[in-house]
């Protein structure tokens, strides 16, 4: 299966610690999105990626976050010193194309993050 | 601010009727929408998709209508099955943009 991977699928952390959540893109696809979903929320986008660079992050937390998708390797969600309000399913996407509007992203299972 | 609104969190059919989930969404920038179907502990998968610049797209048993003046879409899916049971996203999309805009998405039942 060539689809979309996320790892881990879920990630326990304690207040404090440091999350981080992969994301290896659909084979030929080179453009990668981060989205969080609250519980009874919708999916909210946080950042898009193209390789080695960082194209739009404004959705992302302006402290404690941040992410990378390096030449080489899957890329990663890096969540510092996380708080009880950071739980939440944090879904990668990827797409093949540029993601200004008309190209479809593709979904990956997700990575439940709960914080204690 | 929300700019994708599915209003009704639920919605329950019967078995080869029809169902219908509505979005509606504020801006006018949007000219692409998608709708995804998630089921629980999995990712969204993506069903079908309608540019602006049509108002019907058609997949099988999915269609998609939209509505640019009333700035509303919906999804009609014909015979509705059990599998079809899951919760069901619209998202939309800018030119100007990247992000997907999801509203908090219709929980479609469908009973035998």
């Known amino acids: 299966n060539a689809g979309v991977m996320q790892n881990p699928r879920h990630l326990v952390r304690r207040r404090g610690q440091e999350a981080r959540l992969r994301c290896s893109p659909m084979?030929?696809?080179?453009?990668v999105y981060w989205y969080r979903q609250l519980p009874e929320e919708g999916l909210k986008f946080m950042v898009y990626?193209?390789?080695?660079?960082?194209?739009?992050e404004s959705g992302m937390p302006k402290e404690r976050f941040s992410a990378e998708f390096p030449k080489e390797g899957p890329s990663i969600l890096r969540i510092q010193q996380v708080v009880r309000g950071d739980s939440a399913a944090y879904f990668c996407?990827?797409?093949?194309?540029?993601?200004?509007?008309?190209?479809?992203?593709?979904f990956g299972p997700g990575t439940r993050l709960t914080v204690t | 601010d929300q700019q994708v609104k599915q209003n009704s969190p639920s919605l329950s059919v019967q078995e080869g009727r029809i169902s219908i989930l509505n979005c509606d969404y504020t801006n006018s920038m949007f000219d692409y929408f998608l709708w995804y179907k998630k089921y629980p502990a999995e990712g969204p998968t993506f069903l079908i998709s309608i540019s602006s610049i049509k108002d019907k797209n058609e997949d099988g048993r999915f269609t998609v209508f939209l509505n640019k003046s009333a700035k509303h879409l919906s999804l009609h899916i014909v015979p509705s099955q059990p599998g079809d049971s899951a919760v069901y996203f619209c998202a939309a999309s800018s030119n100007s943009g990247y992000a997907l805009n999801f509203g908090k998405g219709t929980s479609l039942l469908v009973t035998p």
């Open positions: 084979k030929g696809h080179s453009h």
């Open positions: 996407a990827s797409s093949p194309m540029d993601g200004t509007g008309g190209y479809e992203q593709y």
């Open positions: 990626l193209q390789k080695e660079n960082i194209i739009d």
